[in-house]
C-alpha cells in the first residue's frame, strides 16, 4: 500500500485528529479518573472498558498520524470524460452481463460493499484513465482477470465520503 490520499482525505485526517485530542482524549481521561475512583480496580468493569476506550483512541490518533505522515498527496482531478478518484463509474461484466455502479476513492475511503472502490485494487487501477465505451483488462493476479466495459462516468466530489475505521 502507497497510502496515496488526496488532499481532501488529509484534510478530514487532520480535522479526526484534532477532535481525538482536544474532546474524546479529555472525556476518556474524564472516564478512568471517575471509574478508578469507584475502588477495587481487579474487579472494575467500568475501569477496564474506559482505559480500552482511552487506549483504542490513541491507537487511532498514531494511525492517522503515521497514515499523513507517510501519504504521498495525489491529485483527485481528472479529465472530464475520464476515470479518475472520486468519480462515480457505471461498468458492464462481460463474463455474467451484470452491470455496477462504484465509486473510485483512495484506500482510506475504499469499502467494497458500499461501493468505494480503492484506486490501488485491481479494478480501481484498471479503471483509471479510462473512457466511456473503453474494454478494460482487469488482472487479478498472473491467473485470473476479466474484462468489463466503461457505461458511464459522473463527476462527484468527496463531501460525504468517511475515511476507514480500522
Known sequence: MHNE?????????????????????????????EARAHGDLSENFEYHAAKKFKNQNESRIRY???MIKSAVVIS?????????????????????????????????????????????????????????????????NDHISYYVVIKSIQKTDDSGDKIQSY
Not at 6 to 33: C, G, P, S, W
Not at 121 to 130: F, I, N, S, V, Y
Open 76 to 140: 483527485d482531478e481528472s479529465a472530464e470524460d475520464e476515470a479518475g478518484v472520486n468519480n462515480t463509474v457505471e461498468i458492464y461484466y462481460e463474463d455474467d452481463g451484470s452491470t455496477e455502479t462504484i465509486k473510485l476513492v483512495t484506500t482510506v475511503r475504499g469499502d467494497s460493499l458500499e461501493g468505494y472502490i480503492s484506486i490501488e485494487c485491481p479494478l480501481g487501477k484498471a479503471l483509471l484513465g479510462h473512457k466511456v465505451g473503453d474494454r478494460v483488462l482487469v488482472e487479478v
Open 5 to 33: 490520499l488526496t488532499k481532501n482525505d488529509i484534510k478530514k485526517m487532520e480535522d479526526e485528529i484534532e477532535y481525538r485530542v482536544q474532546v474524546v482524549r479529555k472525556q476518556a481521561l474524564e472516564d478512568v479518573k
Open 64 to 66: 492517522l498520524q503515521r
